[in-house]
């Protein structure tokens, strides 16, 4: 089974710097796709970012990039210019690309701008 | 924006008592999804549904879950008979395919409190 793991539960950072959120997960898979969701206190799943693990190049949406290492099995979140909308907890999740449909999340970052 | 609804808000029933969580996914997406969340812990796949059929379960979706599209617009989460393990946020979501090509866009949950 896959597993997902973000070993910060907790994340502070000034508005407008820069904040790494990390992420690593295990699969024998060779297909799959990694996310990145945010939930802010209203509770509601957004996706903020996605990865098809066959692509090299990293994805990148406007502030937000990731650094995916296949090799090493990690996914990481880079936001840039930190805004406080940005408070939120950060989910990183992992989709099977062999049809398997649910998503596995990993524990998720609390991530805290300060202003 | 076409987006996921769910209703209610925030259930609250007495432990032993049937629950029923309604979803109301976005009209050309065919796949649906229920996710929980417990209080301060993951999001956690329970069932997809495709073709009026259960898809794939976890193994949290044990014989007190059934998933039901009574029409051609709801989709019910049922808990037959709830304890108090159950109290978590559920989470429906929907797609246009299986297959992470598609996003799974999330509703924005129903709080069930079980006493």
């Known amino acids: 089974a896959q597993t997902v793991t973000q070993s910060q539960p907790e994340m502070s950072v000034q508005e407008a710097e820069t904040v790494t959120l990390s992420c690593t997960y295990d699969t024998s898979e060779s297909d799959y796709y990694l996310f990145w969701y945010k939930q802010p206190p209203s509770r509601q799943m957004i996706l903020v970012i996605r990865?098809?693990?066959?692509?090299?190049q990293n994805a990148t949406e406007n502030r937000f990039s990731v650094n995916f290492q296949k090799a090493a099995k990690s996914f990481s979140l880079k936001i840039s210019d930190s805004q406080l909308g940005d408070a939120a907890m950060y989910f990183c999740a992992y989709h099977s690309g062999g049809g398997a449909d649910g998503l596995t999340f990993g524990k998720g970052t609390h991530l805290i701008i300060q202003p | 924006e076409p987006e996921v609804t769910q209703t209610p808000s925030h259930q609250v029933t007495q432990m032993g008592q049937e629950v029923i969580l309604r979803c109301v996914p976005i009209?050309?997406?065919?796949?649906f999804y229920w996710y929980r969340q417990i209080l301060g812990q993951k999001v956690e796949f329970l069932v997809s549904f495709y073709n009026n059929e259960i898809s794939e379960k976890s193994e949290i979706f044990d014989d007190q879950f059934s998933v039901e599209r009574p029409d051609g617009s709801n989709f019910t989460l049922k808990i037959r008979s709830t304890k108090l393990e159950d109290s978590a946020m559920y989470f429906c979501?929907?797609?246009?395919?299986?297959?992470?090509?598609?996003?799974?866009?999330f509703g924005p949950g129903t709080r069930l409190t079980v006493t």
């Open positions: 990865q098809e693990a066959y692509k090299q």
């Open positions: 979501a929907s797609s246009e395919r299986s297959g992470s090509s598609y996003e799974q866009y």
């Open positions: 009209s050309n997406h065919l796949y």
